[in-house]
């Protein structure tokens, strides 16, 4: 299946006039440490501009004032002081429970106990999940079980460490090894590339959207957020196929602008131009 323009019409229904905040899907976001604030930043902006009505990031205090400047639009939940421990566990599952759809693993880093937090959280929660980046390591190193309505969301050396297994640049090929995935972690595989392959184990898409200037930090990042949004609205690989066509929309746009200077926070500012033309 070759992912095209008319995934946006299933996914973007006509809103009711009364409609109100929050009938469009409230995002968790846990990430961010003292090293990394703009990871869980990106996922926060991206879901709001693909439709989110409110998104809040979990994250440590140390990052609140950047995350903060950033837009006045996040809401940031302050959680020990550098890193997120084992302490913060219950707090986050309680957090889960009062969204609709969480993001985790931008910018956490990969120590024990943050890889501990991430599968405890995932383990408390039923909700529909982004599992990306740093939470991939986690998921990984215990080859943890998870549920239909997650999303796993690797790049080609993120996949080796889930599978074992290094995707070549022939889709067709990957697209074997994405199928195989997704069975194993029974759960939606978005692997990230210049033909992003998504499967949920029986389903194959392919998005062709995208641009080679998209290889800057943070186009991952707002993925993942963008994935976050969908999944308050739709099923996960319905939502990995939508946000895979958004995200690389929306940074081929970016990059007829600014090509070799092209940032994740230029993309952002593109998924609203993408969603208006659908």
């Known amino acids: 299946m070759q992912i095209t323009k008319s995934i946006l019409k299933k996914v973007y229904a006509p809103r009711a006039k009364w409609c109100k905040k929050g009938d469009f899907g409230k995002v968790l976001v846990i990430g961010g440490s003292k090293f990394y604030s703009g990871s869980p930043s990106f996922n926060a902006l991206a879901a709001y501009r693909a439709g989110a009505d409110l998104v809040t990031i979990a994250g440590p205090a140390c990052i609140a004032d950047p995350v903060r400047s950033y837009a006045p639009d996040i809401i940031f939940f302050p959680c020990e002081t550098n890193f997120l421990s084992i302490n913060c566990v219950d707090m986050l599952a309680d957090m889960a429970e009062n969204s609709d759809a969480l993001v985790i693993g931008c910018g956490l880093t990969r120590g024990d106990e943050l890889r501990e937090v991430v599968r405890e959280v995932i383990k408390h929660t039923d909700k529909p999940c982004v599992i990306d980046a740093d939470a991939i ?27 074992g297994e ?20 029974n759960c939606t595989v978005l692997l990230k590339g210049h033909d992003d392959v998504i499967s949920d184990g029986q389903q194959v898409a392919i ?44 940074g081929a746009l970016a990059a007829k602008k600014y090509g070799e200077g092209t940032m994740a926070s230029d993309l952002i500012k593109e998924i609203p131009v993408v969603l208006i033309n659908k």
């Open 166 to 185: 290094n995707p070549t640049d022939n889709t067709a090929s990957r697209a074997k090894l994405v199928k195989k995935a997704a069975q194993k972690y």
């Open 207 to 250: 998005n062709s959207t995208g641009s080679p200037y998209m290889t800057k930090g943070g186009l991952g990042d707002t993925l993942a957020g963008i994935c976050g949004a969908l999944l308050c609205r739709t099923d996960s690989f319905t939502a990995a196929c939508a946000s895979a066509y958004i995200n690389g929309a929306a």
């Open 137 to 163: 390591h986690a998921v990984a190193e215990r080859k943890t079980k998870l549920r239909e309505n997650c999303i796993l969301t690797p790049h080609a050396k993120e996949f080796f460490v889930l599978t």
